[in-house]
């Protein structure tokens, strides 16, 4: 069983900065990509950053530029830095791994954490 735990969410005003982490535990070969997900309230689920296990990176167009994706391989855990933060970042913020053993893989989700930006 894999458990992704994920902490650093919080109240932080317009123009503030965060850090998520997302560690990952259980019985773990290795993990291939690692992602951001976040979700507004009446909105889908929408991808913010994913990281390879190499170390490549995408980001979604709204967050490009503020926010950084990065992860400790030996920790198995997955950053997100998040800087000049918006009202419209509020969100629940989720991590999900794609946990490989052998030559199979399966997708884990965290539970989310809260993420509000206001005056």
């Known amino acids: 069983q894999v458990q992704l735990v994920e902490s650093g969410g919080g109240l932080v005003k317009p123009g503030g900065s965060l850090r998520l982490s997302c560690a990952a535990s259980g019985s773990i070969d290795r993990i291939n990509t690692m992602r951001w997900f976040r979700q507004a309230p009446g909105k889908e689920r929408e991808l913010v950053a994913a990281i390879t296990s190499g170390g490549s990176t995408n980001y979604a167009d709204s967050v490009k530029g503020r926010f950084t994706i990065s992860r400790d391989n030996a920790k198995n855990t997955v950053y997100l830095q998040m800087n000049s933060l918006k009202p419209e970042d509020t969100a629940v913020y989720y991590c999900?791994?794609?946990?490989?053993?052998?030559?199979?893989?399966?997708?884990?989700w965290g539970q989310g954490t809260q993420v509000t930006v206001s005056s």
């Open positions: 999900n791994a794609d946990v490989a053993w052998g030559r199979y893989e399966y997708r884990y």
